[in-house]
T-cell receptor, first 114, second 112 residues
Framework: ETGVTQSPTHLIKTRGQQVTLRCSSQSGHNTVSWYQQALGQGPQFIFQYYREEENGRGNFPPRFSGLQFPNYSSELNVNALELDDSALYLC?????????????FGPGTRLTVL | SQQGEEDPQALSIQEGENATMNCSYKTSINNLQWYRQNSGRGLVHLILIRSNEREKHSGRLRVTLDTSKKSSSLLITASRAADTASYFC????????????FGQGTTLQVKP
């Protein structure tokens, strides 16, 4: 069974640029959630995708957008990057939508915005 | 604002001692989950306790949930140096919106 994978591991961008982060869910899981974790803080929920549809969104501006593909992998896109977007971005997969089950997290993508 | 508040923010103990971390939350939940994170890497799920459960065990871990006080505790018994990590509680609301609400975490250091 393959776990959750994320790419790239690290990324450096400049303010105003756009970035795409990728996540492959664990085998058999149809739900992917994305979180942003600033240094020294707990993860903050961005959004969840269940069977290719958005299933809940946190308090993030529209320049944070996502996509889930038929194979249940997912992308997180961030436009017009700001310095405060520097963080660890985590994706998590689960066997069903919602949060009634444990989430399986990937290793994260460390984004630095200069 | 974050739903979960954890206490203490940092904890330092000797190997073999027990470590207790507490989590408080504000609204009705379906379940509460505990996660561990090593050095800014991905989170590892430890235990999920549902709102109708009061206590759960997994190996050296014991989790309690008091819904009347809106609080939970994680006890790690006979700690090891490898338990050094940050520990987060996360609440899943009854509405099942897909959102897990994390606390700010407790940083545990276990000295050999």
């Amino acid at each position: 069974e393959t776990g959750v994978t994320q790419s790239p591991t690290h990324l450096i961008k400049t303010r105003g640029q756009q970035v795409t982060l990728r996540c492959s869910s664990q085998s058999g899981h149809n739900t992917v959630s994305w979180y942003q974790q600033a240094l020294g803080q707990g993860p903050q929920f961005i959004f969840q995708y269940y069977r290719e549809e958005e299933n809940g969104r946190g308090n993030f501006p529209p320049r944070f957008s996502g996509l889930q593909f038929p194979n249940y992998s997912s992308e997180l896109n961030v436009n017009a990057l700001e310095l405060d977007d520097s963080a660890l971005y985590l994706c998590a997969s689960s066997p069903t939508g919602g949060t009634y089950n444990e989430q399986f997290f990937g290793p994260g993508t460390r984004l630095t915005v200069l | 604002s974050q739903q979960g508040e954890e206490d203490p923010q940092a904890l330092s103990i000797q190997e073999g001692e027990n470590a207790t971390m507490n989590c408080s939350y504000k609204t009705s939940i379906n379940n509460l989950q505990w996660y561990r994170q090593n050095s800014g890497r991905g989170l590892v799920h430890l235990i999920l306790i549902r709102s109708n459960e009061r206590e759960k065990h997994s190996g050296r871990l014991r989790v309690t949930l008091d819904t009347s006080k809106k609080s939970s505790s994680l006890l790690i018994t006979a700690s090891r140096a490898a338990d050094t990590a940050s520990y987060f509680c996360a609440t899943a609301l009854s509405s099942n919106t897909g959102k897990l609400i994390f606390g700010q975490g407790t940083t545990l250091q276990v000295k050999p």
